[in-house]
């Protein structure tokens, strides 16, 4: 069974400050991808990042910033010198054989002024 | 690029009612998947067409139920709805079986069981 787990339900920054969410997760299959999306307020799921299960490379995309680490099974994302328009709540995702996603639970995150 | 669009925005049903959803996949994808996100229990995975078959479901009883048509668009009928189903409904569509494309959602459909 596939299981993806945020321990952050919440996380209150202040404008500017660098936040860590964190994820880990489980499967069994040796071919997997690893997701985050974003969802605003409005609902809608946005697209972050995708990684497969191959590719430990870390990235970085703007302020975002992606930590995969196979040995801890933790796939973790960074947003340096957050800003206001970053609040949503973030979710990591699981996708293995089936293409289901299996998602955590979600970290909200606010960024106040 | 026109996104994944999902009707109704919004939907009000009481309790024994039917529902219907309809969601339109990207153009050029040909799969599209439905997930159910509902207070307290997350984003769950509900069902997932490709090329007109269902090619696999989640853990919902079976008056969840869709459909997709020739053009690729997607139909999520729930029957007998239970207060339970309230929800935000999530469609998202992929390049399609055999890929490894990622899933682009849709905005949603809250539906609302009076």
């Known amino acids: 069974a596939q299981k993806v787990t945020q321990a952050q339900t919440e996380i209150s920054v202040v404008e500017k400050e660098d936040v860590t969410l964190d994820c880990v997760y489980e499967?069994?299959?040796?071919?997997?991808?690893l997701f985050w999306y974003k969802q605003p307020p409005s609902g809608e799921l946005v697209f972050l990042i995708r990684r497969n299960s191959f590719d430990e490379q870390n990235e970085i995309s703007g302020r975002y910033s992606w930590n995969f680490q196979k040995s801890t099974s933790s796939f973790n994302f960074t947003i340096t010198a957050s800003q206001v328009v970053d609040s949503a709540v973030y979710f990591c995702?699981?996708?293995?054989?089936?293409?289901?996603?299996?998602f955590g639970e979600g970290t909200q995150l606010t960024v106040n002024p | 690029e026109a996104g994944v669009t999902q009707s109704p925005t919004h939907l009000i049903k009481t309790r024994g009612q039917q529902a219907t959803l309809r969601c339109s996949p990207i153009?050029?994808?040909?799969?599209v998947y439905w997930y159910q996100q509902a207070l307290g229990l997350g984003l769950q995975f509900l069902l997932w067409y490709d090329e007109g078959e269902e090619r696999n479901r989640g853990n919902f009883p079976p008056r969840f139920s869709g459909r997709q048509f020739p053009n690729y668009s997607s139909e999520l009928n729930v029957n007998a709805l239970e207060l339970e189903d309230s929800a935000l409904y999530l469609c998202?569509?992929?390049?399609?079986?055999?890929?490894?494309?990622?899933?682009?959602f849709g905005p949603g459909t809250r539906l609302t069981v009076l």
């Open positions: 153009s050029g994808h040909t799969s």
């Open positions: 995702a699981l996708e293995t054989s089936g293409s289901r996603l299996t």
């Open positions: 499967t069994r299959d040796t071919t997997y991808y």
């Open positions: 998202a569509s992929s390049l399609g079986q055999g890929t490894t494309d990622t899933q682009y």
